[in-house]
């Protein structure tokens, strides 16, 4: 491994940068199955980061079974390979940007439709909760981050799908940055604030009615307006 020219530039996710660059190592085959990485220490050292920067890249690639520990020996490359579905986000690629929002509607589009055919009383009034939650953030300043993906993921627990649910989940944890970032922009524009609030009460309306045609049209656009919001930062 280099040098400077490994340096990460500030600006970008830190230990998801990290961890994209060490899978392209590993990828490369310029660390071998099996094979033993560098301390954190000569990591750090490397990118110009910090050990608790390393420590979650490490972790991520952990979770990916791409990479493995041995108690008192430390990282090493799995030499089982890793068969992990992997979905990373750039946003610093209009292309990549592109094709995630297009694959999430994949998900999101068509788990919408479902919950406004099945969902239930009693999940109707927990999406209603969120939505409600969503706008306390509005009127308190709050980021609303965490009442977003509460919001959408107990649309998704209204498919009675249970693949919809955990593919949900999995896309919070890797597409987590992209969704920050988007209410992070939103947040910087008072008229984004409330368009984005009007997209999500139309997507519980539809739900609402029971009409799965004007759900899949709602979060179809919203997801659109989303990436919108994300190439205007």
Do not use: Y
């Given at each position: 491994m280099s040098s400077n020219s490994e340096?990460?530039?500030?600006?970008?996710s830190l230990p998801d940068e990290v961890a994209l660059r060490l899978r392209a190592?590993?990828?490369s085959g310029a660390w071998q199955p099996g094979e033993r990485l560098p301390s954190q220490q000569e990591l750090c050292q490397v990118y110009g980061v910090s050990r608790p920067v390393v420590r979650e890249a490490i972790s991520l690639l952990k979770s990916e079974g791409l990479i493995i520990s041995q108690q008192?020996?430390?990282q090493f490359v799995n030499p089982e390979g890793?068969?992990?579905f992997r979905l990373e986000a750039r946003l610093d690629s209009q292309e990549d940007l592109a094709s995630t929002i297009?694959?999430?509607?994949?998900?999101?589009?068509?788990?919408t439709e479902l919950a406004a055919m099945r969902r239930t009383p009693a999940e109707l009034?927990?999406?209603r909760g969120h939505l409600e939650a969503l706008e306390e953030a509005i009127r308190t300043n709050g980021s609303g981050i965490d009442d977003d993906m509460h919001f959408h993921q107990s649309i998704m627990r209204a498919t009675h799908n249970e693949h919809f649910l955990d593919f949900s989940n999995f896309?919070?944890?890797?597409?987590?940055?992209?969704?920050?970032?988007?209410?992070?922009?939103?947040?910087?524009h008072a008229g984004w604030v409330r368009q984005a609030q009007d997209e999500h009460r139309t997507i519980f309306e539809a739900i609402e009615?029971?009409?799965?045609?004007?759900?899949r049209h709602a979060a179809r656009q919203h997801l659109i307006n989303a990436a919108k919001r994300l190439q205007a930062r």
């Open positions: 340096i990460i530039q500030r600006g970008h190592t590993i990828e008192g020996r430390g890793s068969s992990v297009e694959f999430l509607m994949s998900v999101e589009v068509v788990g009034e927990e999406i896309l919070e944890t890797r597409v987590r940055r992209l969704i920050r970032a988007a209410r992070t922009n939103t947040a910087r009615r029971q009409d799965p045609e004007a759900a």
